[in-house]
């Protein structure tokens, strides 16, 4: 069973930087795609950001332009760094990566912004 693992979260002031990242305990399972989503008590868990194997990204129309995500095939990493942080931006942070019809999901990490 792949398990991923993610760190980097926190706490910072808006307009405020952090970089989460998140690893996968295989390194040698190769996954279709990586990606970023994220939660609020009483919300559906939405998407961040997704990076595909060739390299290809989809963001969440409220991250454009703050966030980036970024992946280390080799190395089974994916990274989201975020930039011009909102208090809005706050939520736990999941990481999921897809391998054909399997997701697997991180246990999140908490991400909060101080107005």
């Known amino acids: 069973q792949v398990q991923l693992v993610e760190s980097g979260g926190g706490f910072v002031q808006t307009g405020g930087s952090l970089r989460l990242s998140c690893a996968a305990s295989?390194?040698?399972?190769?996954?279709?795609?990586m990606g970023w989503h994220r939660q609020v008590p009483g919300k559906q868990r939405e998407l961040v950001a997704r990076?595909?194997?060739?390299?290809?990204?989809v963001y969440g129309d409220s991250v454009k332009g703050r966030f980036t995500i970024s992946r280390d095939n080799a190395k089974n990493t994916v990274n989201l760094q975020m930039n011009s942080l909102r208090p809005e931006d706050t939520a736990v942070y999941y990481c999921e990566a897809e391998r054909g019809v399997v997701n697997y999901w991180g246990q999140g990490t908490q991400v909060t912004v101080s107005s």
């Open positions: 990076i595909f194997g060739v390299g290809v990204t």
């Open positions: 295989d390194s040698s399972v190769r996954f279709n795609a």
